[in-house]
C-alpha cells in the first residue's frame, strides 16, 4: 500500500472550512484514498474514499488532485467537535486486502 | 445500541498474567480486525479475520493470540502479559468483499504493570 504524508497538526477557526491536504505521490492505479477521523481516543470513524473522480458525502467533500498524487479532505463548515486526529490511508480495494495502514494523521483543533 | 463492544473497556494487569480481551459485533459481518494504537501513534494491525475459519497475522502479531469463537466474537489474548503491551486496543469489522468501510469498537485500554 501506498505511504501517505499529512501534516502534524492543523487549526481552524468554529464555521470555516477546514481543508485537510494529504501527499500520496507512490500510489497506484487500483488504490483509493480513505479517510477516517478518530475523536480524543474514540474508535476511528470512516469518512468518505475516492479514486479519482471528486467525492462529496454529508459529513465532507474529497478532491483528489488528477495525477493522482495528493488530496485534500475538507469540512465545509466546522465545528468544535470536527477536533480531531484525521488519517488519510491509500489501500487497494481488493478482495484479500482490506487491510487498513494508519499513518500518524493530522490533528485537527476547531476553535471558537 | 453499539454495533461493536468490546469487554473489557479497561484493564489493569501485572507482568506474566494471561488476559484476554473479548469483541462481539452485531453488524452481521464476515471481517474482524484487533488494532492496538500507542501514544501519539497511529493504528497497527494485530490480527484479522475474513470468516470463522480464517485467521491471519498482521504488522505486529507476536505476543498475541485470537480466537473467532463465531461470526460475531473474536477474542485477543495475551499469553503473558508485558508492560509494553500497555495500549488502547481497538477491534473492528467489515462486510470485506471490496467494502471501504470498518466499523470500530470503542476500544480497551490495557495497562501491564
Known amino acids: 500500500d501506498a505511504k501517505t504524508t499529512q501534516p502534524p497538526s492543523m487549526d481552524c477557526a468554529e464555521g470555516r472550512a477546514a481543508n485537510l491536504p494529504c501527499n500520496h505521490s507512490?500510489?497506484?492505479?487500483?488504490?483509493?484514498v480513505y479517510w477516517y477521523r478518530q475523536i480524543h481516543s474514540q474508535g476511528p470513524q470512516y469518512i468518505i474514499h475516492?479514486?479519482?473522480n471528486n467525492e462529496t458525502n454529508e459529513m465532507a467533500s474529497l478532491i483528489i488532485t488528477e495525477d493522482r498524487k495528493s488530496s485534500t479532505l475538507i469540512l465545509p463548515h466546522a465545528t468544535l467537535r470536527d477536533t480531531a486526529v484525521y488519517y488519510c490511508?491509500?489501500?487497494?480495494?481488493?478482495?484479500?486486502?482490506?487491510?487498513?495502514?494508519f499513518g500518524t494523521g493530522t490533528r485537527l483543533q476547531v476553535f471558537p | 445500541d453499539a454495533d461493536v463492544t468490546q469487554t473489557p473497556r479497561n484493564r489493569i494487569t501485572k507482568t506474566g498474567k494471561r488476559i484476554m480481551l473479548e469483541c462481539s459485533q452485531t453488524?452481521?459481518?464476515?471481517?474482524m480486525y484487533w488494532y492496538r494504537q500507542d501514544p501519539g501513534l497511529g493504528l497497527r494491525l494485530i490480527y484479522y479475520?475474513?470468516?470463522?475459519?480464517?485467521?491471519n497475522k498482521g504488522e505486529i502479531s507476536d505476543g498475541y493470540s485470537v480466537s473467532r469463537q463465531a461470526q460475531a466474537k473474536f477474542s485477543l489474548s495475551l499469553e503473558s502479559a508485558i508492560p509494553n503491551q500497555t495500549a488502547l486496543y481497538f477491534c473492528?469489522?467489515?462486510?470485506?468483499?471490496?467494502?471501504?468501510?470498518?466499523?470500530f469498537g470503542p476500544g480497551t485500554r490495557l495497562t501491564v504493570t
Open positions: 473492528a469489522t467489515s462486510s470485506g468483499g471490496g467494502s471501504y468501510e470498518q466499523y
Open positions: 507512490t500510489i497506484s492505479g487500483n488504490e483509493y
Open positions: 475516492g479514486l479519482k
Open positions: 490511508i491509500v489501500r487497494s480495494r481488493s478482495y484479500n486486502t482490506d487491510k487498513l495502514i
Open positions: 453488524k452481521g459481518h464476515d471481517r
Open positions: 479475520s475474513f470468516d470463522v475459519k480464517d485467521i
